[in-house]
Nanobody, 123 residues
Framework: QVQLVESGGGLVQAGGSLRLSCAASGRIFWIETMGWYRQAPGNERELVARATNGGSTDYADSVKGRFTISRDNANVHLQMNSLKPEDTAVYFC???????????????????WGQGTQVTVSS
């Protein structure tokens, strides 16, 4: 099964920038969609941005014009500019419709999550 490993979170002042990265490990043949979700304390997990293998992207209204998602094969990145205190959350990498090889057989996994990385924006 695929594992997603995130990096790049941290503490930044309002107006600053951070770049999150996520790498899918294992022998991967195909990942249809990779993206980023976030969850603030007391809130539900929400979509931030996602990118399909075909190049389509989708953003939450709250981050349009500030965040940019990019993807190369089994890696996905989120460039976050003009950060606001309300962007503070744990950010999770996600992957959907993964096809890979586990060493003995081909498998399909429909959803995978990273462990999460904290982003804190101070005012």
């Amino acid at each position: 099964q695929v594992q997603l490993v995130e990096s790049g979170g941290g503490l930044v002042q309002a107006g600053g920038s951070l770049r999150l990265s996520c790498a899918a490990s294992g022998r991967i043949f195909w990942i249809e969609t990779m993206g980023w979700y976030r969850q603030a304390p007391g809130n539900e997990r929400e979509l931030v941005a996602r990118a399909t293998n075909g190049g389509s992207t989708d953003y939450a209204d709250s981050v349009k014009g500030r965040f940019t998602i990019s993807r190369d094969n089994a890696n996905v990145h989120l460039q976050m500019n003009s950060l606001k205190p309300e962007d503070t959350a744990v950010y999770f990498c996600s992957a959907e419709r993964i096809t890979g090889w586990d060493g003995t057989r081909r498998y399909t996994q429909y959803k995978a999550w990273g462990q999460g990385t904290q982003v804190t924006v101070s005012s």
